[in-house]
């Protein structure tokens, strides 16, 4: 490691490991980030999929992750999405399983006194990034959601292609309207779609309208594909999020 951050794995009151990017717990309350994108481990310390966490660390708040079914030591990768929907086929609790024992982690820290509850964000890329929305939904103090290329509807990828809706982000709109939310997304992502993305913001906009929110929070950044699928995009900007940390009545978009 050639930054200035410690990684180290915490204890955990669930079977979920917490994986942490930052200072020294030795300094008390800050700021989080929980972010997914893979294992925990790789969320955390493997390039380019740990830049978001990376630059988080580095402006000196804490980054945690948790690592996401089927990833990990001993898994492929690439097969997890296949897993993910035999077990959501079958009526298996797969995501909810996630998202509780994600939910016990983040109590703990709290509890620990290693998190600032009031300055709470997520982030995930692709299935991480709906992991994120779906924590969001359930956690309501993580008020920062970014979301880097996220699963949006399931369908749309062939793997879930004969799945119901009942998981797809559309469904948390009522429990995300007061939140700050981005999502980034390549021009011509033709494995999760920009246009789901887009779709997605749209409702979240004018469900928080409909709300009272004149000027609803929800974001859609667009940027040039590159590589297998459109999947890449340039370097992801996170200084934002700092920003906010920082001064509290910024706008995300500011």
Not at 53 to 76: D, K, Q, V
Not at 78 to 102: N, R
Not at 122 to 135: E, I, K
Not at 210 to 219: D, L, V
Request: hydrophobic share 40%.
């Amino acid at each position: 490691m050639n930054f200035k951050a410690h990684y180290s794995v915490l204890p955990s009151p669930t079977d979920l490991e917490i994986h942490h990017l930052g200072p020294d717990l030795s300094e008390g309350a800050l700021p989080a980030l929980f972010y997914f994108a893979s294992s925990g481990e790789e969320s955390m310390m493997k390039d380019p999929y740990n830049q978001p966490a990376r630059f988080f660390a580095e402006s000196g708040f804490r980054t945690f992750s948790f690592t996401l079914p089927r990833h990990g030591p001993g898994y492929n990768t690439k097969d997890a999405i296949t897993f993910w929907a035999q077990e959501i086929a079958d009526g298996k609790p797969l995501i909810q399983d996630f998202i509780i024992k994600a939910c016990q982690n983040i109590h703990y820290l709290e509890d620990q006194k290693i998190i600032e509850p009031t300055k709470l964000a997520v982030a995930g890329l692709s299935r991480g990034g709906f992991m994120a929305v779906h924590l969001a939904a359930c956690y309501p103090k993580l008020k920062i959601i970014l979301g880097f290329a996220p699963m949006v509807r399931l369908a749309y990828l062939p793997e879930f292609q004969a799945l119901s809706p009942h998981l797809d982000l559309v469904t948390l709109v009522d429990q995300l309207i007061d939140r700050e939310l981005r999502f980034y997304i390549g021009n011509r992502d033709m494995r999760v779609g920009t246009a789901e993305s887009f779709k997605f913001i749209e409702t979240l906009a004018e469900a928080g309208y409909q709300k009272g929110y004149r000027s609803p929070t929800a974001e859609l950044v667009i940027r040039p594909s590159i590589g297998h699928q459109g999947r890449g995009v340039l370097k992801i900007l996170t200084e934002n999020i700092a920003m906010l940390f920082l001064f509290p009545s910024c706008h995300i978009g500011r």
